[in-house]
């Protein structure tokens, strides 16, 4: 859905002139206060009759400009609210000051986005907001949970709730004062965080979501801010959480941490001795078959084994994929990177696996390898070299490392098969954990 701002700038002057044209004095002044038109899909409330609606995105998707407008909205009447009654807010943030400086006074808060003759009073020692029709709006902070028993509301605003200390107190009192009209709801504004209140939320059916990247709001950020984060952070789990707006889970347990990926992170790769491509196959192939976990790893062989040190360089996974496909996929990640052998298991196809990969190329190294033992014991060995930080990690392999914050000693804690960990276990196996020869001379 393209917003009318949208329209306004693909639109030649000749259209412009015309829309503008034909609009009356009056909604032509109304038009900068008009948030329907100017407002990206993510900032617009969905449809339907939904108790919170949580609005995730990243730095600057402009999640604070939609809970100032939804807010906005709710007050002058957006919603019937009981005859003869004006509606009353609460609006939450981490501390009392933050809920003053950024969703009130704040470039996008409340105050910057009411128009002139709707803009409500402040009254600092009264620590609310009076709209002309008088409305209330009332601020709490989450450091004092207890500050909401008492109080109740029609509607409430709660930013930045994924960074809160005392979150999930907080939260269950602001449940029970809501609890004015005959449909009260929430707004709540964040960058995700792997919380538990915030995952309980999501999973409520009640909750509705929207989501929006970073760069869905770039039209109003500085151009270098974007330049900057996007060569510090992008393809790291850091800026899939920060940027993406996207909740990274660790299951309780996991073998791998998201802090633990991060500090594995390097931005050059030396000049390895060994490479393999490491293949885990589905059982079968068509559109809703497991992915085809496909992993590029590569070892530098300094020193005695311990001290060596290996890199994660590829997930080239493929979804949906036939064994031809994904036997292309493998050898064309086998040339990229100029690896040695695919590393194959071949517990579902036996020597199919090899031989469709022979059919794509024909001269293609194939090792193949059989699982003994379950996906969370071969795993173990693997997580052990993380610890050791004889593993290091380049960037964009988030589905890899999403599957991996999910991988515990009880089993996998995500949604299908860990396809992908898989194909990294079998190629650290390889190269790491039983080196099976000594490196060959390449490049000959």
């Known amino acids: 859905m393209r917003s009318g701002a949208a329209w306004l700038a693909s639109a030649t002057p000749d259209q412009i002139d015309g829309f503008l044209g034909g609009l009356s004095d009056a909604t032509l002044a109304a038009l900068p206060w008009v948030f329907e038109f100017w407002a990206l899909p993510h900032q617009l409330p969905p449809e339907g009759a939904w108790k919170t609606w949580v609005i995730m995105g990243g ?20 919603r019937p609210c009981d005859a003869g009654r004006a509606r009353r807010v609460a609006l939450v943030g981490e501390t009392l000051d933050q809920v003053r400086e950024v969703m009130i006074f704040g470039e996008s808060g409340i105050m910057a986005c009411a128009p002139p003759d709707r803009r409500p009073e402040w009254q600092a020692g009264r620590r609310r907001l ?12 989450a450091h004092e949970p207890d500050s909401l028993r008492g109080p109740q509301f029609d509607a409430a605003w709660v930013d930045e709730l994924a960074k809160w200390k005392k979150a999930e107190a907080t939260w269950d009192m602001l449940q029970f004062a809501l609890r004015l009209g005959q449909h009260p709801r929430q ?6 965080q792997n919380v538990a209140v915030l995952k309980t939320i999501l999973r409520n059916p009640s909750t509705v979501e929207t989501h929006a990247p970073t760069e869905a709001n770039r039209a109003y950020l500085a151009a270098s801010f974007l330049e900057e984060v996007r060569i510090r952070y992008q393809g790291t789990r850091l800026g899939r959480q920060e940027l993406d707006g996207v909740l990274l889970e660790d299951a309780e347990g996991a073998l ?66 036939s064994p031809d496909q994904w036997a292309r996929a493998a050898v064309a990640a086998r040339e990229r990177h100029g690896a040695e052998r695919i590393v194959a298991e071949v517990n579902q196809g036996g020597d199919l696996v090899a031989r469709v990969i022979r059919s794509v190329d024909g001269m293609a190294p ?30 964009g392999l988030g589905g890899l490392e999403d599957q991996m914050c999910r991988m515990t000693v009880q ?29 060959r001379v390449r490049g000959l």
């Open 366 to 395: 194939v090792k193949a390898v059989r699982a003994t033992r379950g996906k969370a014991a071969r795993a173990e060995p693997v997580a052990a070299l993380y610890e050791q930080g004889r593993v290091r990690h380049v960037r």
């Open 187 to 192: 707004v709540v504004t964040t960058t995700p």
């Open 59 to 78: 730095r600057g998707a402009g999640k604070t400009r939609a809970g100032a407008e939804w807010v906005r909205a709710e007050v002058e009447g957006a």
């Open 411 to 439: 089993g996998y804690q995500g949604k299908g098969s860990p396809d992908r960990v898989d194909a990294l276990v079998w190629a650290l196996t390889e190269l790491m954990v039983e080196p099976g020869g000594r490196p």
């Open 256 to 321: 791998w941490t998201s802090a633990g990926i991060e500090g594995c992170r390097v931005e050059a790769v030396p000049p390895l001795d060994r490479v393999v491509v490491a293949v885990d196959p589905p059982v079968t192939g068509t559109n809703r078959s497991d992915e085809c976990g496909i992993v590029v790893v590569g070892v530098e062989m300094k020193g005695a084994p311990q001290e060596w040190r290996a890199f994660v360089l590829e997930d080239a996974t493929v979804a949906g994929a």
């Open 130 to 141: 009076l709209w002309p029709n008088g409305a209330v709006a009332e601020i709490y902070s």
